[in-house]
Nanobody, 119 residues
Framework: QVQLVESGGGFVQPGGSLRLSCAAF????????IGWFRQAPGNERERVSC????????LYSDSVKGRFTISREKAENKVYLQMNSLKTEETAVYYC????????????WGQGTQVTVSS
């Protein structure tokens, strides 16, 4: 059974940085997509970024391009999300997902980690 465990969330001031980590366990896929979604209270869940293991390509939402960087440590089955220049509106629970593509349906989800951006 696939298990995704996030860490690295916390409190940061606007303009600050955080790095999220997601450790993946129990998967046997040769090719997969692993990445991050987020959901703020009262909002729809939003795709943030994904990494494709097949061609090692990355995908970013327009709102985070140039500020967030996704990376994978293959040997440790971990994916990271470096978030720079954070904005208050990016306060949300950030979830790690694993799927065949970068969409949330029928995906494996982590438990989420809270990111709060506030002065």
């Amino acid at each position: 059974q696939v298990q995704l465990v996030e860490s690295g969330g916390g409190f940061v001031q606007p303009g600050g940085s955080l790095r999220l980590s997601c450790a993946a366990f129990g998967f046997t896929y040769d090719a997969y997509v692993i990445g991050w979604f987020r959901q703020a209270p009262g909002n729809e869940r939003e795709r943030v970024s994904c990494f494709s293991s097949g061609d090692e390509s990355t995908l970013y939402s327009d709102s985070v391009k140039g500020r967030f960087t996704i990376s994978r440590e293959k040997a440790e089955n971990k994916v990271y999300l470096q978030m720079n220049s954070l904005k208050t509106e990016e306060t949300a629970v950030y979830y790690c997902i694993m799927n065949v593509d970068c969409y949330p349906y029928e995906a494996h989800w982590g438990q989420g980690t809270q990111v709060t951006v506030s002065s």
